[in-house]
Nanobody
Framework: LGLAESGGGSVQPGGSLRLSCVAS????????IAWFRQAPGKEREEVSC????????NYIVSVKGRFTISRDNAKNTVYLKMNSLKPEDTAVYYC?????????????????WGQGTQVTVSS
């Protein structure tokens, strides 16, 4: 199983980015996928999750209304569209696959991780 993130970069406050997570080597459509982020000196936090079917999504409060998670099971890809970016969104963003088809806030239920992509929001 492999997960590969892309789409990170440097943007000014208020800007947008779209992250992509492409999976290979397993039945992608059977599992929930989440985006996590980790800023320097901080713990990794789950930002958003989407169920295997795409019918259910979760977001942390700080990104609700600004970030949108989606998936295309035909392309084995999950996206995170990030709008109205703030400096506090600066972090390495990781995608991870849950062992179940439903979302979870438990980090120990995510068995597979990508290598991460850097997002920097600065003026």
């Amino acid at each position: 199983l492999g997960l590969a993130e892309s789409g990170g970069g440097s943007v000014q406050p208020g800007g947008s980015l779209r992250l992509s997570c492409v999976a290979s080597g397993y039945t992608f459509r059977d599992y929930a996928i989440a985006w996590f982020r980790q800023a320097p000196g901080k713990e990794r936090e789950e930002v958003s999750c989407i169920s295997s079917s795409g019918g259910s999504t979760n977001y942390i409060v700080s990104v609700k209304g600004r970030f949108t998670i989606s998936r295309d099971n035909a392309k084995n890809t999950v996206y995170l569209k990030m709008n109205s970016l703030k400096p506090e969104d600066t972090a390495v963003y990781y995608c991870a696959a849950n062992r179940w088809p439903v979302c979870s806030w438990r980090v120990d239920e995510y068995d597979y991780w990508g290598q991460g992509t850097q997002v920097t929001v600065s003026s």
